[in-house]
């Protein structure tokens, strides 16, 4: 017999404060603190409970709270202010976009990424990748550049980090109620969830649509959670980076195919698609049977596609790029190959890896995208050398790689002690400027005593968040309380703090400081230079070498010349984040270079004055000037790993202890702080703050690929895509004669002149090619240096011999004297192209006897 009745106790918000209902759901409030005090104000200790869920808040808040504020004249005036705000915003016309290009009719972007990282309550995202696409997004909002994003709703998230009593990294994968977080089901007109399906395997299989409200930008996201599908398939969108091959498989036929469904079904019609990373490269695919569907042919399909899709690689690092093998590529998409076209080999090539005959997303990507990036200027170059196989003969430097610098959304990730600085310095309205470097320079002008009671006002919060944490890890692991005590006693804001967080991938070397135990005990116990290091992050459950590093970690941090010296939190997240890069003097990264695309962690840490110390490697490599931070390390690559890390550790100890720790611990005419060190902090933000924003960032990508891409895909679709066609055909006559080009030189230049200026005649065999099909060029370089030219010389016809047959002249000019080498190419031309080596064709003449 069941002897009880249910009842839901639910508090109703009163009429005056009715809008922060709807207000909630969007998380434009989660970078306005003014906002956030909105729901903070209401009751501090459970916003503190709620983890900063506003749904959850006024989910559990007392009714007796909630008509007090009701009442409160100073809550009703605040609100007021920010719901003034907050109209102000969402209705604002006058955008950076609207004022560069309002006139770009239709122009929509679609950005696709397997995991978002906005905010703590919605947690689907796991890293950096997350937290970039939650930043590119909220830039998106205030920038007013249209666009939409598409991702999956994991119902279990990234996994929660716990450290057993071994120090062993346990994962812990709990349900989220959907209720709880704000998003809403996206319906049609009947209030009917829209659902779209893909076809896996042998069956269909389904999901419904969820939005989360940025701004004004909206992010859509697709839940395998429904009633139609098994229960096999109900789980697929479970757990983020999750499972095996076959489930990342199915998450990413959901992310790019139905993901494009999705949009279909919504009534939003992008005009450039975003592929940020390979894992929604299927996207490409969906596309091109669309347009099968309608009539064209597959290779004008995928050349309308490629013409309008931009494709962005985040990692130098074989792990980040999925690869399938071919059975299970048959067992998934045999069926739907048919529907481009096109036979099993044919589709299995726009993927295939030449090396392991793997089936590579990065490579689909590439092949259905002609607008590509990478993440910074030596990402950039590191990606043109790991993709130099895709363009055969392409000199490295020519490759069509570029690079757009991840920033941060400045205004998410600045503390409120220093948020009040730069208004008090810098002006009220000073994020509306992030980008104005001029503004910047304002920060000379903050007293240093501000500056850094701000500072150590940041670091007794972080003591605050690392004993809360420290104190519930020991707790659970049956730590004895004497120690916890022990570990709290030493954590002393005045000390040397060091921050090492991000996620514990090998090649970061998160235990480089630790390598020698004997050097680096003394330096953190120093009885009048005392040095605290702060570690956190995740490894990914089938990490072993990652998850060793942590538990390394964990056990040093335990022993008693350690306790508070060494301190290892659980469960980095972006949480935790504000604190660690707002509150330690030190931000340590160490990876194994060129591994580290860009990192954006230190980025955080600038806008907060804090001081990156720092291997040459992603962004640090254009943001470092010498005296804003320090460097590990050289600007140099190294064949043999234990021979980098010796060479690191070496630099790494040798810094702290000979420049950081002085230079913090200096103390002059009765301070308590270093002057030296506060002018440091002052150069760091003044040289970083503006160009490592998003704001900047999105500028570049808008600028420099998203309106070029749009405009270039007009061109090529427009008027039943005849310049598609045309290209197609032309590119098809090229391949077909290709091998039959050659290229003969006349009268060869002598090996030693005293001359600056080479004059350079061939004779091309065009092989039934036109001559304005091609173009011949005399590739410069000074000896030793063949892959940076100093100059390309376009040759010019000046004798056809016979139809095939042309004579090619020109003058190279040489700067100075010195070894030169040159070679003489021949590639394909089209005003059509969007990048000259779009179709990857090059001819180099071939010197007799070579």
């Known amino acids: 017999m069941n002897r009880f009745r249910k009842i839901i106790v639910k508090s109703v918000v009163p009429e005056k404060l009715k809008k922060l209902e709807e207000f909630s759901y969007n998380l434009w409030w989660s970078w306005k603190p003014q906002a956030q005090k909105l729901f903070s104000h209401l009751d501090k200790e459970l916003w503190y409970e709620v983890k900063h869920n506003p749904l959850r808040m006024l989910k559990e808040i007392s009714q007796n709270k909630l008509n007090e504020k009701s009442n409160d004249v100073e809550y009703i005036k605040l609100f007021d202010e920010v719901m003034k705000e907050y109209k102000q915003y969402m209705s604002n016309n006058d955008t950076w976009f609207e004022k560069k290009y309002g006139k770009q009719k239709g122009f929509l972007v679609a950005y696709f990424c397997t995991e978002f990282g906005v905010h703590e309550t919605v947690p689907v995202y796991s890293g950096g990748l997350g937290i970039l696409a939650g930043d590119h997004i909220k830039t998106t909002s205030d920038l007013g550049i249209p666009l939409v994003g598409v991702g999956l709703l994991y119902k279990q998230g990234y996994f929660i980090q716990r450290f057993n009593a071994d120090g062993q990294q346990e994962s812990i994968y709990p349900s989220y109620n959907f209720d709880e977080l704000p998003i809403s089901l996206v319906k ?59 489930m990342r498989i199915t998450q990413e036929l959901f992310l790019g195919i139905a993901g494009v469904r999705a949009l279909r079904k919504i009534g939003v019609a992008p005009t450039v698609w975003h592929m940020n990373e390979g894992h929604s490269a299927f996207l490409g695919l969906e596309r091109i049977r669309e347009y099968v569907e309608q009539g064209e042919s597959f290779e004008v ?5 490629a013409s309008s899709s931009v494709f962005t690689t985040h990692t130098p690092v ?45 490579i689909l990507a590439f092949n259905l995208s002609k607008a590509y990036n990478g993440v910074s200027k030596l990402h950039g170059e590191v990606s043109r050398k790991i993709w130099q196989d895709f363009w055969k003969n392409i000199p490295i430097n020519e490759i069509p790689i570029n690079y757009v610098t991840n920033g941060i959304h ?48 940041r670091k007794k919060r972080l003591v605050d968040i690392a004993k809360k944490n420290i104190e519930k890890r020991n707790k659970h692991n049956g730590i004895p309380e004497y120690i916890t005590n022990k570990i709290n006693e030493r954590l002393d804001p005045n000390a040397l703090f060091i921050g090492f967080a991000r996620r514990f991938a090998t090649y970061k070397r998160a235990t480089l400081i630790l390598r020698d135990i004997e050097r680096i005990k003394k330096i953190l116990n120093s009885s009048d230079r005392p040095v605290i290091l702060f570690f956190a992050g995740k490894a990914h459950p089938a990490d072993k070498p990652g998850q060793e590093f942590i538990k390394q970690i964990y056990h040093l941090s335990l022993q008693e010349e350690f306790l508070g010296k060494i301190n290892i939190l659980e469960n ?84 702290l202890e000979n420049s950081i720790i002085p230079e913090y611990y200096e103390r002059k005419n009765g301070k308590r702080f270093s002057l030296s060190w506060i002018n440091r902090m002052k150069e760091s933000i003044i040289t970083n703050a503006s160009k490592f924003s998003t704001c900047r960032m999105l500028r570049d990508y808008v600028n420099n690929i998203y309106i070029p891409t749009f405009e ?98 020109g003058k190279v000019k040489i700067p100075k004297g010195g070894i030169y080498k040159y070679a003489v190419r021949v590639r394909p031309c089209n005003k059509l192209f969007h990048h000259k080596f779009e179709n990857r064709c090059i001819k180099w003449m071939e010197l007799a006897g070579m």
């Not at 399938?324 to 589709?347: A, C, I, P, R, T």
């Not at 208004?423 to 910047?440: A, P, R, S």
């Not at 230190?602 to 943001?623: H, Q, R, T």
Request: charged share 30%; proline share 2%.
């Open 712 to 809: 270039y895909n007009n061109k090529m679709s427009e008027n039943s895509a005849v310049n598609s066609s045309k290209l197609v055909e032309w590119k098809d006559k090229v391949k077909n004669a290709w091998d039959g080009i050659w290229i003969r030189e006349i009268d060869g230049v002598n090996k030693s002149t005293n001359e600056l200026e080479l004059n350079v005649k061939v004779e091309v065999n065009l092989n039934g090619l036109s001559s304005k099909d091609i173009k011949t060029e005399v590739f410069l370089v000074q000896d030793g240096y063949e892959t940076e030219p100093i100059s390309i010389t376009e040759l010019k016809i000046i004798e056809k011999k016979s139809q095939n047959n042309c004579i090619y002249s």
């Open 301 to 305: 399909a995928r050349e309308i596609v």
């Open 410 to 457: 400045t205004e998410t990730w600045i503390a409120k002690e220093f948020r009040d600085l730069y208004e008090e310095y810098l002006g009220k309205k000073w994020f509306k400027n992030i980008c104005d470097k001029n503004m910047w320079e304002k920060v000379e002008t903050i007293p240093s005593e501000k500056i850094w009671e701000s500072h150590l006002h």
């Open 572 to 655: 980095y997240n972006i949480t935790l984040a504000r604190y660690l890069v707002s509150g330690v003097d030190i931000w340590l990264n160490n990876p194994r270079r060129p591994r580290e695309a860009s990192g954006t962690s230190g980025e955080k840490a600038c806008v907060n004055g804090v001081i990156n110390f720092s291997v040459l490697d992603g962004w640090w490599a254009e943001g470092y000037n010498q005296k804003n931070g320090w460097t590990i390390g050289e600007d140099k690559d190294y064949k043999n790993n234990d021979i980098q890390d010796s060479d690191d550790e070496a630099s790494l100890y040798f810094t």
């Open 318 to 362: 074989p792990a980040g790029h999925d690869v399938f093998n071919e059975d299970l590529m048959k067992k998934y998409f045999y069926e739907f190959h048919s529907k481009l076209g096109v036979d099993w080999g044919q589709f299995y090539e726009l993927g295939r890896d030449q090396i392991d005959n793997n089936f590579s997303m990065t």
């Open 188 to 246: 049609d007109e009947k209030n009917i969830p829209l659902k779209v399906n893909v076809n896996l395997y042998n069956r269909k299989a389904y999901a419904q649509i969820w939005k989360l409200k940025v701004g004004k930008t909206n992010i859509y996201l697709l839940d395998s959670d429904v009633e139609e599908n098994l229960p096999e398939d109900k789980i697929l969108t479970s757990q983020l980076y999750g499972g095996d091959n076959e």
